[in-house]
């Protein structure tokens, strides 16, 4: 089975898989031309969905597709075939998605922006650092990535609320709601992780009307997409004081433009769109383990449900 590689850094994704799959025979290149000859030749398609969908404008389509990215909002543009399978990034983001959102989690309970800026001012800052210990955490969007999150924040003995497209029971969650439930939990969190989808559900969720909600001493963390978010409102509502800060590494734009009031924003954090990037070898495994699944005829990991949008 032939298989075409569209990735930025391909040529480390075409030793993985060549190493755990030999079986397989491998297409792929750097240039954007060569990568189009290349793609009729391929039934089976493994990269990141904005190199796929530029070949997918061209004309060309594979029977599969494989997403190297949880996000596939790329490949729902308006005009580009959908009558392929495609599967997306599944079961290798949880940890380090749980990482990053710890790390702002703990820097805001040690407030160690603050202390930098004591140190800066040469302060003795001795304010006793608070803990997670009875905080209450609102995960928006309790998917493959909000579970594995609220696992590893569980034993930091927090209190653990959802939010997903229904309402259903969940482990370990209190409640998990649905959408039409955030306002109300927003005001009873101390914590607001959004890791909602790109989808026509999912924009311009967090406006002004849901951040005066927000408890003032909140922090909202945005790791989902950028189009959830009103910009304009979230850097009002900084300012006003309905919640105590934010970390933001999703935007609607990236990179953000020079101008975009995120840069100077009281309150607000910005981490580039770093907070779990692709492992290539967790990648291959994944997506060898489709591989198998694709050539026996069984289900893959991640499949895509086009009308819903993941």
């Not at 800026?117 to 493959?144: A, H, M, N, Y």
């Amino acid at each position: 089975m032939r298989v075409l590689i569209a990735e930025q850094d391909h040529a480390t994704y075409a030793r993985l898989l060549s190493e755990l799959a030999p079986d397989l025979e491998i297409l792929t290149s750097g240039d954007s031309a060569e990568l189009a000859r290349q793609a009729p030749e391929c039934p089976v398609w493994l990269g990141q969905p904005d190199l796929l969908a530029s070949l997918l404008r061209q004309g060309h389509k594979p029977d599969w597709m494989q997403s190297t990215w949880a996000g596939i909002t790329p490949l729902l543009a308006q005009g580009l075939p959908r009558d392929y399978r495609l599967t997306r990034a599944v079961g290798i983001f949880g940890q380090v998605m749980a990482e990053y959102m710890l790390t702002y989690m703990l820097v805001h309970e040690r407030e160690v922006l603050s202390r930098l800026v004591s140190q800066v001012e040469r302060r003795w800052d001795d304010r006793p650092g608070r803990s997670l210990q009875g905080r209450k955490v609102l995960i928006v969007g309790t998917g493959d990535i909000g579970q594995c999150v609220a696992e590893f924040l569980q034993p930091f003995g927090v209190t653990l609320y959802g939010v997903a497209s229904r309402a259903r029971e969940q482990a370990p969650f209190v409640e998990v709601a649905g959408l039409e439930d955030l306002p109300r939990l927003v005001g009873q969190v101390d914590y607001v992780l959004n890791l909602l989808p790109d989808t026509p559900a999912t924009h311009d969720v967090y406006d002004a009307a849901l951040f005066q909600r927000f408890q003032p001493s909140a922090l909202f963390i945005n790791a989902g997409r950028g189009v959830a978010v009103v910009d304009a409102d979230l850097v009002e509502a900084l300012k006003q004081g309905h919640l105590a800060g934010a970390v933001i590494d999703v935007c609607r734009q990236e990179p953000l433009p020079q101008r975009h009031p995120f840069w100077t924003a009281w309150g607000l954090l910005l981490t580039g769109h770093s907070s779990a990037p692709t492992s290539p070898v967790a990648m291959v495994r994944l997506f060898v383990e489709n591989v198998r699944g694709y050539q026996a005829g069984e289900g893959l990991r991640g499949e895509v449900a086009f009308a819903r949008g993941y």
